[in-house]
């Protein structure tokens, strides 16, 4: 079975450009979670979507940030403009289901460097 | 709130010791998931174990096992005769039932250095 899928793996752009990450979940799952990881701490959720609704955005700075998945499948993660402080990795994760009793399985990660 | 603690910022033993790395927890729901991943140096994180609020039993996985006691709101994880392939950082993760969004809360993680 294949994992979940991100791209690029990593990224170096200049502040106040713009970036774009992509998620393929592992087929099947209905949630999918973005996670950002600063060197040194935990992930921390982004967003979390079941199929193509949002279920949790609270953590977004949507004033930069924005996440959609249109056909519940794919997902897109975007900066626009980008921080000095967006430096991290971003994780995309998925679940068969919406419900503790899951497991989330993690991608590799984007490695976004922001200068 | 929800706050997962790992006080061990960094662990060197050499290897075959044994190495225990703590988790303490912090939640007021009644149900809830407590959850043990590794990032090795590729970065992707691996699901190892998970446990919920109302099973209490240890558990053993080869050279894995995982402590959980609720009445210190821990959930520590041993790995016995360590090797240098155990080398990453490992993260202490809980989710809470009354959370609808079933987000995984980490600690700030252990990196774990086994020394041949």
């Known amino acids: 079975e294949a994992g979940v899928a991100q791209s690029p793996r990593y990224k170096i752009i200049e502040k106040r450009q713009s970036v774009a990450f992509w998620c393929n979940p592992i087929?099947?799952?209905?949630?999918l979670y973005w996670y950002q990881q600063i060197l040194g701490q935990g992930p921390k959720l982004l967003i979390q979507?079941?199929?193509?609704?949002?279920?949790?955005d609270s953590q977004l700075p949507k004033d930069r940030f924005s996440a959609e998945r249109l056909k519940g499948v794919d997902s897109t993660l975007k900066i626009q403009p980008a921080k000095l402080e967006d430096s991290a990795v971003y994780l995309c994760?998925?679940?068969?289901?919406?419900?503790?009793?899951?497991?989330?399985?993690f991608g590799p990660g984007t490695r976004l460097t922001v200068t | 709130a929800q706050k997962v603690t790992q006080a061990q910022t960094e662990i060197s033993v050499v290897e075959k010791e044994d190495v225990t790395l703590d988790c303490v927890y912090e939640?007021?729901?009644?149900?809830?998931?407590l959850f043990w991943y590794k990032q090795p140096p590729s970065g992707e994180l691996v699901f190892l174990i998970r446990?919920?609020?109302?099973?209490?039993q240890n558990e053993i996985s080869g050279r894995y096992s995982w402590n959980f006691q609720k009445s210190t709101s821990s959930f520590n994880f041993t790995i016995t005769a360590s090797q240098v392939v155990d080398s990453a950082v490992y993260f202490c993760a809980l989710s809470e039932s009354q959370d609808s969004s079933y987000k995984l809360i980490f600690g700030s993680g252990t990196r774990l250095l086994v020394r041949p």
């Open positions: 087929s099947g799952h209905a949630t």
């Open positions: 446990r919920n609020s109302f099973d209490e």
């Open positions: 994760a998925s679940s068969l289901e919406l419900a503790g009793s899951y497991e989330q399985y």
């Open positions: 939640t007021r729901d009644t149900t809830y998931y």
């Open positions: 979507f079941q199929n193509n609704g949002v279920v949790d």
